[in-house]
């Protein structure tokens, strides 16, 4: 052991702890998560106290946790991290679909919806709308029987999953399929815009910085086609407040559109997936 003269003699130490991780990649992390922590610690001369109101932080935080509620997930979205993994992770080839977060309010077993129905089961005073559109690989050909769950809030601004008590099983959730021209077409309501869950420590923070903990109205897909990268995504209503300060950092411009008129007077948008060969 060197003599821990100074902090810079004391990072060498921690990190030399490290040498001997049988764990390549794991030495790889906990090196490099240790040189930053104890960078940031040292850039900002971080006082006893706000050490402690960082402990006290990250232990509310795992405290609230449950099946259903992900805190530190929700700390990684509104920190930007979660996008980050997602834009390293996926990295869409040019001319393909972006894709960005999962969110806490996918649920797996939604019905089968045929192309054109929609899937708002229940009462809502919202506008109802279309999204339509095709599904191609990077070449323009047409994708045939491809899977699209969806998912979105109600005109109030909140999933089925949040409700159960309020909101039919499957409402605003459904899987379509493409047709032989890969086309799709989904009915459903303008997604609401909603807050996160912000009664908890990320909420804390988020205000304690002057931050908002609104998303803009969306919907969700997870599309899955053998031989292509599944892609999550959403398709974000132009419309819609917060689309430039949406508290997780989701939306990307290529994914907005607009819900006009078409022939039939419905309220429609068209949005055309291209996948990405996996
Ligand atoms: C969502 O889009 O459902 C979502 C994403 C991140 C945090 C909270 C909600
Ligand atoms: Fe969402």
Redesign the pocket.
Known sequence: MSDLTGPDELLTEVLARYDDAPNERLKIVMQAAIRHLHEFVREVDLTRDEWMAGIQFLTATGQICSDTRQEY??MS?TLGV?TLVEMLNYSPTEGTTENT?????YAAGSPERANGESMLDDEDPGDEVVVRGRITDPDGNPLAGVVLDCWQ?NTDGW?QVQQVDGQSDFNLRGIYRTDDDGRYEIRTVRPGKYP??HDGPVGSLLKANNRGWM?PG?L?TWVKHPGYKELIT?IFDRKSDHLYDD??F?VRESLIVDFTPDESGELAATFDFVLDPA
Do not use: K, M, Q, T
């Not at 977060?101 to 309010?105: N, S």
């Open positions: 997930i929700l979205d979660s977060v999962l969110g806490p309010f809030s999933y996160i869950p998303r969306h969700h959403h508290a997780v989701g």
